[in-house]
C-alpha cells in the first residue's frame, strides 16, 4: 500500500534500535543485538498493491533502454544544466532515516582517496544526482558515461560534496551502483539544435503572416510535437511508444485547440482589426507561448506540484503561492477593467461566475480532490484574454503554451482526483500492529503481531527497505522470523 508509516530495527554504529515511527506517535528505543532495519506494516487486503520489482530495480533501471536493464554495465545519458539536482517530494525511509525534500542520494566515496572507483550507491538513489555527487560529471556540463551494477554492498557512508549531501547507511542493500572510471565523456544533446530550429521557423512564420488561422494552427501543431518528441517527451525508455502517445494525445488537444482558436485567439487577433503588428505578435505572443510549452525549463522548479497541503511544506512554497497568487489577481484586475471600457463586463463575469460555480461543485463531491492541471488552468484563463492589447498578447501565448505542456506530457489527467492518485509514492498513514516483545537468538529474530487492526487483513516486512515477507491473516500470518545468512556479520 505505499509507504506506511514503518516500525523499524535498524543496525548502526552504537547497535541496533527499535523504533516506533508511526506519525504523531512516540518514539521508543530499545536494543536489539546485531539486526538489519525491519519495518513491519499493515495492509488492507483489498487495497493490496500488485507486487512489482522493488523499488531500487526501477529507479536504477530509470531511462535505461529496455534490452540493456539486465546487464551489470549500462550507458547513461545526462541532460545539459544547469538544473538543481531532483529532490524526493515525499517521506522517503533510508534505514532509521527519513528523508524529504533533498536529492536521494544514499552513500559516497569508501575511502580517504574519494576515488571514483571506491564510490559505492545504493541502487534505489537517484542515478543523476548520484553521478554530480561522485564527481563523475558536473551539473553545468551534463555529460554520458558508464553505470556499472556492483550488487549487494554493504556501509554506505554519509558524504557532503559538489553541493549535494548525501545520506549514509551502515548495513547492506541487494544492489548498489557505481561509475565506470574514464568512462565519462561529452555527448551532445539535441534538443537544444532542435530548439533553435523550432524557435527560429516559428519566428518566420509570424512576423511573414498575416492569416490568424495560419498562424494558430502551424504555431500549436509545432509546439506541441516538440514539447511531445523532444523537451518534454512522456516517461517512456521505448521511442517508438513516445510517438504513438504523442499522436495519441495531438488529436483531442486539436479539438480543444479548434475551440481556444474560435472563442478566444480569433478575436483577439481580428478584433477591433485584423492584428499586423507582427512584432509584437512575436515577440509577446510567441514568445511567451514558448515560455509556456518549455515549463519544464521555466516554471517547473517552483516548489508547488500539486497544490495539496503536502506541497506546501516544502521550502519556499508559502512564498512561491503569495506571489502567484498576487500575480493572477493583478493580472485578472488588469483585463477586468480593459473588458469593461469595451463592455463586456457583464458576460465574462457571468462566465467566470459559472466556472466558480462548478469549481465549487466539484469541490463539495466527498472523497474526491480537486486537480487544477495545467491544461485546466489555462482552459479556465483564456477566455479573459480576448484582447486585442499588448499584455493579453503575453498572457495569451503563455497560457496557451501551458496547454500544450500539460497535454503533450501529462495528458488529459481527470480534474477530479482521488486521495491515493494525489499520493504518489507518499506514505499512507497504515496502521502499524500492535508487537509482542522480539524473541532473539543467535542468528535470528522473530516478531510476533496480537492480531490485525480492525479493517486491516495484511502485514508487510520490511528488510534494511525491502520487502522480504508479506502475509494474510487468512492465512494465518501470526510472526516473522528473519534468518540471518551473510557470512562474515555476526
Known sequence: ??????????????????????????????????????????????????PTSPSWISRVADRIPAPVKRVSEVVITWVKGPQPPRPVLNPHAVGDQEVNYRPLVIGGPT?????????????????????????????????????????????YPAVDQYSIASVGFDSYFPQSFTFVEGSASECRDLRWPLLAVSVIFTSLLSLFTTSPALFFGTIFTVLFFHVGLA?????????YSIVSITLGRF????????????????????????????????????????????NNYTFDKIPIQRLTPHDLQQPGAITALVIIVLAILLIALG?????????????????????????GLLVAIPNMNVRIHHYILALLLLPGTSLQTRPSLLYQGLLVGLFINGIARWGFDSILQ?????????????????????????????????????????????????????????????????????????
Open 111 to 155: 575511502d580517504a582517496s574519494k576515488s571514483l572507483s571506491s564510490t559505492i550507491y545504493r541502487g534505489d538513489s537517484f542515478v543523476c544526482s548520484s553521478a554530480i555527487h561522485a564527481g563523475f560529471i558536473s551539473n553545468k556540463d551534463g555529460g554520458c558515461g558508464v553505470l556499472a551494477l556492483v550488487g549487494e554492498k554493504s556501509g
Open 251 to 294: 488529436l483531442p488537444a486539436a479539438f480543444c485547440a479548434f475551440a481556444i482558436y474560435r472563442y478566444v485567439i480569433k478575436r483577439t487577433f481580428t478584433q477591433p482589426k485584423l492584428l499586423d503588428a507582427q512584432i509584437e505578435k512575436t515577440v509577446l505572443w510567441l514568445g511567451a507561448a514558448w515560455v509556456g510549452a518549455l
Open 335 to 359: 483585463q477586468a477593467w480593459t473588458l469593461r471600457v469595451e463592455g463586456r463586463m457583464p458576460r465574462y463575469l457571468a462566465l467566470y461566475v459559472l466556472f466558480g460555480a462548478l469549481l
Open 1 to 50: 500500500m505505499g509507504q506506511p508509516n514503518p516500525i523499524q530495527v535498524h543496525e548502526n554504529g552504537s547497535g541496533p534500535h527499535y523504533h516506533d515511527q508511526s506519525q504523531g506517535g512516540s518514539s521508543s528505543t530499545t536494543p536489539i543485538p546485531n539486526e538489519p532495519a525491519i519495518d513491519i506494516r499493515s495492509y488492507h487486503f483489498d487495497s493490496l498493491p500488485t
Open 418 to 490: 482521488t486521495p491515493a492518485m494525489l499520493l504518489g509514492d507518499g506514505q499512507l498513514g497504515t496502521l502499524l500492529p500492535q508487537l509482542a516483545a522480539p524473541v532473539m537468538g543467535a542468528r535470528n529474530i522473530t516478531f510476533a503481531w496480537q492480531g490485525f487492526p480492525d479493517g486491516w487483513d495484511g502485514i508487510s516486512v520490511l528488510v534494511n527497505d525491502v520487502e522480504r515477507f508479506r502475509g494474510y491473516e487468512d492465512f494465518g500470518a501470526e510472526s516473522f522470523t528473519w534468518e540471518r545468512r551473510r557470512e562474515g556479520l555476526s
Open 231 to 239: 523537451s518534454d517527451p512522456p516517461s517512456n525508455s521505448d521511442y
